[in-house]
Nanobody, 127 residues
């Protein structure tokens, strides 16, 4: 059974940085599209960043473009989200997701594209 486990969340001051990690067991990240989503209290889950299965293409929400970077290490079977210049509005639970059934939903920004999800890691940015 494939499991995704996020780590790296925490409390940081505005302007600071955090690096989230997502480790996969039972499935290699090297052959699947991956993404990060987040959900703030009282809000819907929203797209943050995604990377195609080859790693050739990356996608970002406008709100994080230029501040966040998604990357992957296929040897370690991990996906990362480097978050810089954090703002209070970045406060949310961040989720790692993977698409283990390629050929379905094409858009990398839609949650329903991804069938594998982690449990989430809390990021809190104090202003």
């Amino acid at each position: 059974q494939v499991q995704l486990v996020e780590s790296g969340g925490g409390l940081v001051q505005a302007g600071g940085s955090l690096r989230l990690s997502c480790a996969a067991s039972g499935r290699t990240f090297g052959s699947v599209a991956v993404a990060w989503f987040r959900q703030a209290p009282g809000k819907e889950r929203e797209f943050v960043a995604a990377m195609s299965k080859t790693g050739a293409n990356t996608y970002y929400a406008d709100s994080v473009k230029g501040r966040f970077t998604i990357s992957r290490d296929n040897v370690k079977n991990m996906v990362f989200l480097q978050m810089n210049s954090l703002k209070a509005e970045d406060t949310a639970v961040y989720y790692c997701a993977a698409d283990s059934t390629p050929g379905g939903v094409p858009s990398p920004r839609l949650p329903r594209k991804y069938d594998l999800w982690g449990q989430g890691t809390q990021v809190t940015v104090s202003s």
